[in-house]
């Protein structure tokens, strides 16, 4: 099997709570992050962003998070389900947002309203890139869009560069865990692929 092979087969997530307290060192991260932007990219618009946490910033992104969930305070399950979030998310070693700019009002996508799609598509591809990487320096991920976005502090937060053009892709949070998740069994692909090309169907 090649490396490549290998690393998609098993790449898995692995939730925060399961990370060591050991931090990754950030250049790692700003490593792979460069390595990552080589994904393919249509208009060459270069379209993701990314924003590295601090452990302060990590904090409060949970506390808002919590926030998020906790609603109107109105219902009490809600409530612990924002503490319990909130806790995992603000203690995890690292954390990587990353999101999609694409200029709204651009000539380019005034004429190609399908670029706000394509440039999604890109920075979907830098992420599963991300994940592959970190997977191969033994970093463990999970990719979130719990929506801790729609709080009103959260632009604020993370000092984004345009809000009214950019939407979160992913929260990557990141860390070393010694769980090592067993393959994910797949529905058959025959269940999934049309293949015109085979002779048995
Ligand atoms: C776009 C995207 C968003 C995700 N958001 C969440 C999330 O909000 N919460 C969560 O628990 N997992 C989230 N995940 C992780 C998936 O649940 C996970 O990939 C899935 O269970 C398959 O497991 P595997 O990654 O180990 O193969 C997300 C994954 C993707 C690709």
Redesign the pocket.
Known sequence: MSDLTSAILK?????PSLYSDRIPDPEIIRENIEISRHAPNHHRTEPARFYLLDSDRIQKIGKLFGEILAGDLSDPSLVERGKKKSKEWGNAPGLLIVTCLTEINSELVRKNPEVADEDYATC?CI??NL?LLLANCGIAT?????AVWKHPDFAKTINMISPKNERV???IFYGYSDQK?SA?ALVPIKNHLKDFTSTKD
Do not use: F
Not at 11 to 15: F, P
Not at 142 to 146: E, N, V
């Open positions: 790449r898995r997530t692995t939730k979907c992420c599963q994940l999970k990719w979130s869009t719990g892709v992913g929260l998740p994910r």
